[in-house]
């Protein structure tokens, strides 16, 4: 079966980092964008960032210059840095295949194509 499997959630002050990592298995990785979705309670679903299967990456405009994506193809594992943290990134995170980039959250996920994974709780204290 398909697994994603996030990790590197937690609470962190205001300016603060994390990273959160992607554990994939019976995934064709190198066929598939990955991203990173989040939804807050009472805030949209949203993705925040994606990466190509050409390597091109790409960020929502509130995490540029803060954010990073990155793949290694090697371990079929996506990641996400996050630094300068605002409470406003309080969200749970999900990894993801991204189907088609402009597609609503709850589009994806109820059309029962591509992968998520559970979700990782991020919270931000100010």
């Known amino acids: 079966e398909v697994q994603l499997v996030e990790s590197g959630g937690g609470s962190v002050q205001a300016g603060g980092s994390l990273t959160l990592s992607c554990t994939t298995s019976g995934l064709n990785f190198e066929r598939w964008d990955m991203g990173w979705y989040r939804q807050a309670p009472g805030k949209k679903c949203e993705l925040v960032s994606y990466?190509?299967?050409?390597?091109?990456?790409y960020y929502v405009d509130a995490v540029k210059g803060r954010f990073t994506i990155s793949q290694d193809n090697a371990k079929n594992t996506v990641t996400l840095q996050m630094n300068g943290l605002k409470p406003e990134d309080t969200a749970v995170y999900y990894c993801a295949t991204v189907i088609e980039s402009s597609l609503p959250c709850e589009t994806v996920r109820s059309s029962g194509i591509g992968h998520w994974g559970q979700g990782t709780q991020v919270t931000v204290s100010s």
């Open positions: 990466i190509s299967d050409n390597g091109r990456t």
